[in-house]
T-cell receptor, first 115, second 114 residues
Framework: AQSVTQLGSHVSVSEGALVLLRCNYSSSVPPYLFWYVQYPNQGLQLLLKYTSAATLVKGINGFEAEFKKSETSFHLTKPSAHMSDAAEYFCAVRRASGGYQKVTFGTGTKLQVIP | DTGVSQDPRHKITKRGQNVTFRCDPI?????LYWYRQTLGQGPEFLTY????????KSRLLSDRFSAERPKGSFSTLEIQRTEQGDSAMYLC????????????FGPGTRLTVL
């Protein structure tokens, strides 16, 4: 079984401040991990993915995430928040085995950026 | 536009009516997925196709739900005898057959059952 836990359903930061969105995963086998962003009334867009290469993964829009096996974490960060970053962010996990493996999503974190 | 498209974007129906949604995946993607997303939750897997074959169905997919992908291109999701609990955003995604399962999502169809 696999799961992700996103700590904090709502996070508020000031424009220009550090963004930190937390994700912890549970997986009995090595995982692939993903972060998606969802703007209101839109589908999900992939921000970045960890696929067992570099543990520090850089994505689009200045976001990055670090895979820490010892902490079973994959937290999303951005050094300086922009107003356009206000959205809902989902962490997701799948098994890193071959073939099709179901992706399991967390419950999401809504990011508010305060001017 | 080469992204995933879904139609309609919004659907309001009365309880007991049947509804059908369509998804057009990215043209070279042979895998297609349906998810349901309720308020405050992440997407929950419903079913997926590889080409025209439906390979997995979630227990969330009751007998009132049926999905097809007849020619391995677009897919339809039908809900019969809708219930208020079916109100949700229905998301479609597609991917290549690769090791990462990087899924590209459509904009979703928001269903409201009155």
């Amino acid at each position: 079984a696999q799961s992700v836990t996103q700590l904090g359903s709502h996070v508020s930061v000031s424009e220009g401040a550090l963004v930190l969105l937390r994700c912890n995963y549970s997986s009995s086998v090595p995982p692939y991990l993903f972060w998606y962003v969802q703007y209101p009334n839109q589908g999900l867009q992939l921000l970045l993915k960890y696929t067992s290469a570099a543990t520090l993964v850089k994505g689009i829009n200045g976001f990055e995430a670090e895979f820490k096996k010892s902490e079973t974490s994959f937290h999303l960060t951005k050094p300086s928040a922009h107003m356009s970053d206000a959205a809902e962010y989902f962490c997701a996990v799948r098994r890193a085995s071959g073939g099709y493996q179901k992706v399991t999503f967390g419950t999401g974190t809504k990011l508010q950026v305060i001017p | 536009d080469t992204g995933v498209s879904q139609d309609p974007r919004h659907k309001i129906t009365k309880r007991g009516q049947n509804v059908t949604f369509r998804c057009d995946p990215i043209s070279e993607h042979n895998r297609l997925y349906w998810y349901r997303q309720t308020l405050g939750q992440g997407p929950e897997f419903l079913t997926y196709f590889q080409n025209e074959a439906q390979l997995e169905k979630s227990r969330l997919l009751s007998d009132r739900f049926s999905a097809e992908r007849p020619k391995g291109s677009f897919s339809t999701l039908e809900i019969q005898r809708t219930e208020q609990g079916d109100s949700a955003m229905y998301l479609c995604a597609s991917s290549l057959t690769d090791g990462y399962n990087e899924q590209f999502f459509g904009p979703g169809t928001r269903l409201t059952v009155l």
